[in-house]
């Protein structure tokens, strides 16, 4: 199983960029998907996730401004990212929670990471 994130780049404050992670190879289900992100010197953290159902969360520094969402037929997830900030500014990482079989018990898997730049 891999993730494949795509998306991000340099961007002016108050701008937007979208994120997307597709999921391939040996997938039964999906469980949760979310986003992380980790900034130069701190340490990673959660910035939205969303449950297979829908069901969504924020942290409470981008609720407002990001939006999740997911296509379980795509095995894909997106962060449409709006309002950025100067302090955005991460590696952004995708995640999600995979069974291969229905036998199996979720697994966790990371993409890649992307790098979102918000300049002031």
């Known amino acids: 199983v891999q993730l494949q994130a795509s998306g991000g780049g340099l961007v002016q404050a108050g701008g937007s960029l979208g994120l997307s992670c597709a999921a391939s190879?040996?997938?039964?289900?999906?469980?949760?998907m979310g986003w992380y992100r980790q900034a130069p010197g701190k340490q990673r953290e959660l910035v939205a996730a969303?449950?297979?159902?829908?069901?969504?969360m924020y942290a409470d520094s981008v609720k407002g401004r990001f939006t999740i969402s997911r296509d379980n037929a795509k095995n894909t997830v997106y962060l449409q990212m709006n309002g950025l900030k100067p302090e955005d500014t991460a590696v952004y990482y995708c995640?999600?929670?995979?069974?291969?079989?229905?036998?199996?018990?979720?697994?966790?898997?990371w993409g890649q990471g992307t790098q979102v730049t918000v300049s002031s």
């Open positions: 995640n999600a929670g995979i069974r291969g079989s229905m036998f199996d018990i979720p697994r966790e898997y």
């Open positions: 190879g040996n997938i039964y289900s999906i469980n949760r």
């Open positions: 969303i449950t297979s159902g829908g069901s969504t």
